[in-house]
């Protein structure tokens, strides 16, 4: 495992679903998940709605129990939340009574960085996320792009090793979207941070990405990992064959069996509880 800084062997992941006061039956949202990270590689994972991408994540995170299996990070057993996670959400998690600064300087806070240190390193974090100039703005003053900004900000600023990242930006823009993925190259290598990035579109996991791992439709699993081979920087890297060729062998692999869930499975990707209860309305 030392070779590898993410190893996840044989994890599932079980909900107890609940119709209308009926006893509980067991859901299985991902199962025998198999799946190593290098060190430093950018990784994506798509997949149908509702097969379990974001309960990965969630269980990379720590905030999901693993039902059975193991995840290690570099060799070590995971066993809940850590700082040497980063965890990057769709809907930007600021808070609003902090300003761009004191968002970026919170997981900073919870390590007691002391506060001249804290204020070093939130300006070199906004800066390098292209928000210079706006450390003293608060979020209801930000475009939705901004937002994504400051959280990647929050993320790098206390160092996590992992930085776990789920449909990050999936809420701006297509224009928008664009640009923030350039920018999220620089800063990955910039940083050389292990990144596992969740995204419903095949065109930007294979932009991003090193490896584009695609699970199956519920219950969750991953049924291959292409290898994408485009060359680094990728300026230009959308408009050529091999963009094409990954791209199209990513959505071979999504087409088979990714149709017939049903609306009870979509909830894999939903909450992070043990218990779910579906209303006859929705049945």
Not at 3 to 26: A, C, F, L, M, Q
Not at 220 to 236: E, Q
Not at 244 to 254: A, D, F, P, T
Request: net charge positive; with cysteine.
């Amino acid at each position: 495992m030392n070779d590898h800084k993410i190893v996840i062997k044989d994890v599932d992941r079980v909900y107890r679903v609940r119709r209308n006061g009926s006893r509980p039956k067991e859901f299985v949202a991902v199962k025998g998940v198999n799946l190593k990270v290098k060190k430093g590689e950018f990784l994506s994972i798509v997949g149908p709605s509702g097969c379990g991408k974001s309960t990965l994540l969630d269980m990379l995170a720590g905030l999901a129990p693993v039902k059975s299996g193991e995840i290690f990070i570099d060799g070590k057993l995971m066993t809940g939340p850590d700082l040497d996670r980063g965890i990057i959400l769709q809907g930007y998690a600021l808070f609003p009574w902090r300003s761009v600064r004191q968002n970026v300087e919170l997981g900073l806070e919870i390590k007691c960085v002391p506060k001249k240190e804290r204020a070093a390193i939130s300006e070199k974090y906004i800066n390098l996320v292209g928000l210079q100039g706006f450390a003293d703005r608060f979020p209801y003053e930000l475009s939705g792009g901004m937002k994504q900004r400051v959280a990647i900000a929050r993320a790098l600023a206390y160092d996590p090793e992992v930085l776990l990242m789920d449909e990050p930006f999936a809420a701006v823009d297509a224009q928008t979207r664009e640009t923030l993925q350039d920018e999220l190259l620089l800063i990955w290598e910039k940083t050389g941070k292990t990144i596992v990035f969740v995204t419903h579109s095949i065109d930007e996991a294979v932009f991003l990405s090193d490896r584009v791992a695609v699970m199956t439709v519920n219950p969750g699993s991953i049924k291959d990992v292409v290898s994408i081979a485009l060359p680094r920087p990728r300026n230009g890297a959308r408009r050529s064959a091999e963009f094409n060729r990954s791209r199209q062998q990513v959505w071979e692999l999504l087409q088979n069996g990714a149709n017939g869930f049903s609306v009870e499975k979509s909830y894999a990707d939903g909450p992070n509880v043990d218990e779910v209860i579906f209303p006859s309305t929705i049945l």
